[in-house]
């Protein structure tokens, strides 16, 4: 039986595991849990198809992970996992009527090929209170009924736990690739070597230290993103839908009360898990900008998280070159939790040879490495 080893067991790592134990090949997921991994600190929006990107590679990706979510969380839940996936819908808000607009004819158009992005439906100012009672009353909107939220930990759980009842093993520490005459022939983990037909290196940002010892420079950039969590027991949130403001923020609500507030966008600062004052004013002042009635909710916690961006924006994967039996997936920046499980989907079929859905080549690991 042939074995695969994947090395970082994220929202991709998880998913590649998951479906390649589904294929009943022998599955090592290996994760060193380190703080400040995308997906711990993820928020959950589903929902690619309002977004202004041009790159018609990457709409094509988000599109498609949106897409499979439903029947990935149809499978999951016959392993008895929750996943925190709810269909709830989502709020655009913008000051200008044009702009509104214009995004309203965006939908209509790109429903042509997404049916799943559902209703699109003008709001008043009072029926966005109405949806989303702590939002300001100055804001129009428009609803998009196939928008949903995730969370991220409970998503990226659930697939590692349904990989391991399909046979799969997991393994916390730190790996290290075994390589002989440009190929990769397996892992060290605590000095205990592990064989594998093949290595699929989903480690987000801390791949590129993996990858070094081949003498590949992976051009892999962290941006760090803060999160505040809000909470008010006295509100019955679970119902209520997605929140994108005109600026570059999100407001997201789970149940119990809680409501998500991100992120920052911090270039340049490396792999540095620190809150700070700055991170929590940035986030705060933005959403208290749209959502004052939420100044007087409890701060719970906010979480730090590393994005991973490659080259262009664009997320990578697929075989390395000029390395044999090595795989690698990562870049999906802030599209994590949006394209991850697919991205491991189309992985899984590639690395079993199997026909993909994507067009390889718009993916191709070679634009983000450099042969040292």
């Known amino acids: 039986m042939n074995r695969y080893i994947v090395i970082g067991a994220g929202i991709v790592g998880a998913s590649v595991a998951f479906h390649l134990a589904k294929e009943k090949v022998q599955v090592i997921l290996i994760d060193r849990e380190d703080r400040g991994q995308a997906t711990d600190a993820a928020a959950g929006i589903i929902c690619p198809w309002t977004s202004q990107r041009r790159n018609k590679k990457w709409y094509a990706l988000a599109k498609g992970g949106?897409?499979?979510?439903?029947?990935?969380?149809?499978?999951?839940?016959?392993?008895?996992?929750?996943?925190?996936?709810?269909?709830?819908?989502?709020?655009?808000l913008h000051h200008d009527h044009n702009?509104?607009?214009?995004?309203?004819?965006?939908?209509y158009n790109r429903r042509e090929e997404a049916p799943e992005i559902g209703e699109i439906i003008r709001l008043s100012s009072q029926n966005v209170k109405t949806r989303f009672p702590v939002l300001s009353d100055e804001y129009e909107a428009l609803y998009v009924s196939g928008a949903a939220r995730v969370d991220g930990r409970a998503l990226r759980r659930s697939l590692i736990h349904a990989a391991i009842q399909l046979g799969a093993t997991y393994i916390k520490g730190s790996a290290t690739l075994l390589h002989k005459n440009n190929r990769v022939i397996g892992v060290t983990v605590a000095n205990k070597c592990y064989e594998g037909d093949a290595v699929i290196v989903a480690a987000g940002v801390w791949a590129k230290s993996l990858l070094l010892p081949l003498s590949i420079d992976f051009l892999i950039t962290p941006q760090r993103a803060q999160i505040v969590h809000l909470q008010n027991l006295e509100q019955h949130t679970d119902h209520w839908p997605v929140v994108m403001p005109p600026n570059n923020q999100y407001i997201l609500a789970f149940p119990k009360g809680k409501i998500v507030v991100g992120a920052t966008h911090e270039d340049g600062v490396g792999i540095d898990c620190r809150v700070t004052a700055g991170g929590i004013y940035e986030v705060l002042h933005k959403a208290l900008t749209v959502a004052p009635h939420l100044a007087d909710w409890t701060h719970v916690e906010t979480r730090v998280g590393f994005r991973p961006h490659a080259p262009n924006f664009l997320p990578v994967f697929g075989a390395v070159p000029q390395i044999e039996g090595l795989y690698v997936a990562n870049g999906l920046g802030a599209s994590g939790l949006t394209a991850g499980p697919y991205v491991g989907f189309e992985l899984a079929k590639m690395i079993l040879g199997q026909s993909t859905s994507l067009q390889r080549s718009d993916y191709d690991v070679a634009q983000a490495i450099r042969f040292l």
């Not at 702009?99 to 939908?107: A, G, H, T």
């Open 66 to 92: 949106a897409a499979f979510y439903p029947h990935l969380i149809e499978q999951l839940q016959t392993y008895g996992h929750q996943t925190g996936y709810k269909r709830v819908g989502a709020i655009c």
């Open 99 to 107: 702009k509104l607009q214009s995004m309203e004819e965006r939908l």
